[in-house]
């Protein structure tokens, strides 16, 4: 048995090199999939926050930055990251404070408590018996995640062929851009809460009180007015907006209700909007009813992660020290269900 140190220095080195956790994972997943416990029907979809190996009292101001004499492995790292989509490019947004000592780890009170800093474990399962299927280390933000879950999906079509018919999901991962990616690029069934803010709070009619018809891509308003596009596209390419005209708007009895503070009404449409209409319908039926309870599934996992793995905090800094971790305790717990679920063979008498 190796020392502890040797462990480690080889760990920095040849095994992270050789990206050899990524790979003993992969092993145990093969084997799950031959024993024919990885179904490859539905996938569930979901991050949870494990706290980072940094002190919240040492936080200095996000908008400082680091100061110049912080080092160590760990920056190192962070400064590998910055344009990676998964951790420093994820967004745009200043942290309010920054780790000197792991400076990749996002202060967050997502919990809604103490904020604290942290990093996103994201899993990817099969939800006939709950096999981890993919594992990904991300900066604790929703932008991240969702990002996380695309490339989740794409590597276990690619290394191990399975493909989805459906992906379950929260509304984090219900944004019209990420079920458009579902359903229209992969085939896949979104069984996804829709993020949706379309409601309005004063009052007014919502989105949802218009009604479009699709063969004349056309709005009607409940008035009964129509509503045309002219089909450009706006917000960065993903919006077609709506309009009525404003003689028909002036005239109408309902316009206190629609459109108060405008002379005509106008309502946005993403283009996407087709899949986010299918997961709402899909939502309304049995089976959104029973992905919804599948879906808890992953978050039994991530209890199990916690209360039973004691992975409530990182030992490791750095994006590479919380993906080895996220491998390696990911790795545990297939390992653990396939002894659960596979009996052992027999002895033989001698």
Known sequence: MPDHSTFSKNRHGRFRQSDLLRRVFETVLRRCIREGLVGGEGFAVDASLIKA????????????????????????????????????????VTPKFVSPADPAARWTGAHGGQAFFAYSTNYLIDVENAIIVDVEATTAIRQAEVLAAKRMIERSMERFDLYPAKLLGDSAYGSAEMLGWLLYEHGIEPHVTVFDKSARKDGTFSRDDFTYDPAGDVYHCPGGTMLTTTGTLVNDGATMLYRASKHDCQGCTLKPRCCPNEPARKVPRSIHEGARDMARQIARSWDGRTSRRLRKKVEMLFAHLKRILKLDRLRLRGPNGARDEFLLAATAQNLRKLAKLIPAPSLKPA
């Open 53 to 92: 190996d940094a002190n919240r009292q040492n936080g200095i101001e996000g908008d400082k930055g680091l100061p110049p004499e912080a080092s160590g492995r760990a920056v190192d790292e962070y400064l590998a990251v910055l344009d990676d989509a998964a951790f420093g490019a994820a967004t745009e």
